[in-house]
């Protein structure tokens, strides 16, 4: 098992190298760079000595190949560089934003997968009725429904007749304050929560289906299994295969920073911090980020691997002696 | 423990969180710090350097200028009590304002002005404002409270460039020994305490202050970058004062509302530019013909939903010529078939257009108005929608055939568009266009010290701008900020400045 481990992280590393020469290559090539997005049209007012004077100050004078050659050795060393915009070292900036990240990533997995597998299961089991009918509904408007427009909404339901507003750019810690955290987390989380849940939904309900008409399921109900005990004791778990690599994919979206969500209710996350530092022409952040969530993706990955191992006992990561 | 349980705990795991969010009461509002949310950060602390809005608006604050624009944009003492040129224009003395400190405690002298600007002059430096102080051959201090500039020409519009937070006057110690990037130390009504970029900023009121104020403890800036967001907030009385940019959230709050949106005009304009350096522009007539086949109003109706005004080349109250003496400011899609037909374009042409996504919001809108316009002339305008980094890229390099611009305005006509309308100037190429009499016109705006001179000279510039029709002039929107019912004392600016925060009082 750790043999697969390790076996596994080594061979992240030349995709980590490709990544990181793509991201620094394609950065590049964009138009404009930070002094013009500093400055904006007043950029074209600088002299020549200004300019130079602007680029060594922004670390953009040196030939593109030692930029890179410098940087991936300080990475190597745990060093990704520093953050003129921010003032700070990328790595201080990427770790403070993560936790934001993390928590909404993780409660909008959990939201998607209660509501979703939920909602799933009960479709598959009572097939073709009513109930079924709801949630095919309820995954299509899910699934239609963009994130940004559920955000939008939600927030003006609130304002407007609840009189509140969750987070009015006064994000707390979960550590500082668990009850606001909790408070400003919770909405964005639903958002993102509501679609994803969708997807959850219509992957159970299909993979559920399947199940239910296999030859074991009709051995335990002949056995006089309870019904209860013949979807959660035998049938849910079958499932949760496609479920899972499901799950996997999403969190991995979602540790990559939601964005939009993200935008819309003012959370200090990853994906906030990368967008602005592309705008900015930040490189030293993009890459830094860039290659955190490539990380991300791959240690997820590996544990979606192993999570399948845990769930279905046919498969196994030890060698056979 | 079945998958079942597990399940359900988390359902009623769920909705408890939910309930939570819903129920718990929001954050007691109270004390006498003014909490403030906008959607753009600054972009740096250094105001020589820095030139984007949203960090100008911060830096206001905090750093002072020698001389100020009011809210009627008349040049109003700061640093600087008093200030004359002499008889022949080539000194300009001023009288700096005794009694000042600085947020460290020093005091501010003609020290501190002379090293300000020399670092503005510095090429090392990196200022953009360095232009408008050329004329500037050298410094000298005769007493601590008197600055002497020996110009090479009288600069009269160095009057008005020195009223720029560009111009702001640091400590001649920070200069010499720390980071003027990073050390904020200023003479303004707050004091920065802490900046944690694209997240809050916290600003302390300066108990030594030499005017009057302020009189809240502080302001916190908030930034929620979604302006949507703003206007809830500012609803759901979370925040005290708002700033945002897009005149469609301004049009949103209807009916009883107990908070308040100010509209100030703006001196910024939106512009379609376009470069006669490339044909068919090239043709006098064709740039006329597209002049008069635009409706301005209908721009500003349609792209801005009414928010703004149609103007002309310079946007100012006081420079501002009446819209009728301007060439074709009334639609006149006659004259407009007439002129292409001159030109031999009855079939028209393809007009490639630049415009920025959400630089400013309006920017594609206003595209599409025009694109429709101009179809009654068989012009096909193609939109080409840029990042803003992108267009900014393309815009410098003057690599375009006609752009959707919003471009800054500035109290005095000649730092506004020297740079553009005289020959040699930095953005000639961007321009597109230039002739002889808006280079003469320049240059004599420049140093001509009587008033009412001065001021046909630049009425004579914008008619001749409004002809030759290098540029189309379309509308100047308003600056935005909005204040629950208990500020009081608030006056927005032009400029857009919100140095008046220092004014306010929360009267809970």
Known sequence: MFRYLAQRLVAVIPTLIGISLLVFVAIRLVPGDAITTMLGTEAGMLTEKQRASLEAYFGLDKPMVEQYFSWIGRVLQGDMGYSVRHGKPVLTLILERFPVTFELAMLSLVIALAIGISIGTLSAVRHNSMIDLFGRLFALTGLAAPNFLIGTLLIYVLSVYFGILPNAGDYTDFTENPLKNLKQIIFPALTLGF????????????????????????????????????IFGHAVRNALIPIVTLAGVELGYLLGGAVIVEKIFALPGIGRLTLN????????????????????????????????????PRISYVSKK | MSLSRILRIVLVLAVTIMGVGVIAPAAAQGGNTLIMARAVDATGLDPHTQTAFASLRLLELIYEPL????????????????????????????????????????????????????????????????????????????????????????????????????????SSEVIASGDPTADVVGTGPFMLESWQPEEKTVLKANPSYWGDGPFVDGIEIRIIPDE?????????GEVDFVMFNDPLIATLPVGDATFTINRAPEISYHALQLRAAVEPLDKLEVRQAISCAIDRQEVVDVAALGEGQVTGPLTMPAWAVSLDELFCYEQDVELARELMKQAGLEEGFTLPVIA?????????????????????????????????????????????????????????????????????????????????????????????????????????????????????????????????????????????????????????
């Open chain 1, 195 to 230: 679609s994803f849940s969708a997807s959850v939904m219509r992957t159970t309900r299909s993979a559920m289906l399947e199940v239910l008409g296999q030859d074991y399921i009709r051995t335990a109900r002949g056995k006089g299994l309870r019904p209860r005990a013949v």
């Open chain 1, 277 to 312: 530092a592309i705008s900015q022409r930040d490189y030293a952040l993009i890459q830094g980020a860039t290659l955190f969530i490539a990380f991300n993706f791959v240690v997820i990955n590996m544990l979606v691997d192993l999570l399948y191992a845990a769930i279905d």
């Open chain 2, 67 to 170: 001389i100020q624009a009011d809210e009627n944009l008349n040049l109003v003492p700061a640093l600087a009590e008093s200030w004359a040129f002499s008889e022949d224009g080539l000194q300009l003395t001023l009288n700096l304002r005794q009694g000042v400190t600085f947020h460290d405690g020093s005091a501010f002298t003609a020290e501190d002005v002379i090293a300000s600007l020399a670092r503005i002059l510095d090429e090392a430096t990196g200022s953009a404002t360095r232009t408008n102080l050329l004329s500037i051959e050298s410094m000298e201090a005769p007493d601590d409270y008197t600055v002497v500039l020996n110009l090479t020409l009288p600069d009269v519009p160095l009057v008005a460039a020195l009223s720029s937070i560009n111009t702001a006057i640091l």
């Open chain 2, 228 to 236: 949507a967001t703003i206007m809830a907030a500012l609803r759901a």
């Open chain 2, 356 to 508: 920025a996504v959400a630089e400013p919001p309006t920017a594609l809108s206003e595209a599409q108005v025009i694109q429709e316009q101009l179809k009654a002339i068989n012009i096909t305008v193609e939109i080409e929608s840029l990042e803003f980094g992108t267009y900014v890229d393309r815009w410098l390099a003057a690599d375009f055939v006609g752009a959707i611009a919003l471009n800054g305005g500035r109290p005095d006509p000649y730092p506004m568009y020297s740079r553009y309308w005289q020959y040699g100037a930095n953005f000639n190429n961007v321009a597109g266009y230039i002739d002889d009499t808006l280079d003469r016109l320049m240059k004599e705006g420049q140093v001509e010290t009587d008033p009412a001179k001065r001021y046909e000279i630049f009425v004579e510039f914008q008619k001749h701008l409004a002809e030759m029709s290098p540029w189309i002039w379309l509308y100047t929107g308003y600056t935005y900020t909005g204040q629950q019912a208990y500020v009081t004392g608030f006056i927005p600016t032009p400029t857009g400045s919100i140095y008046y925060l220092s004014q306010v009082k929360l009267n809970r």
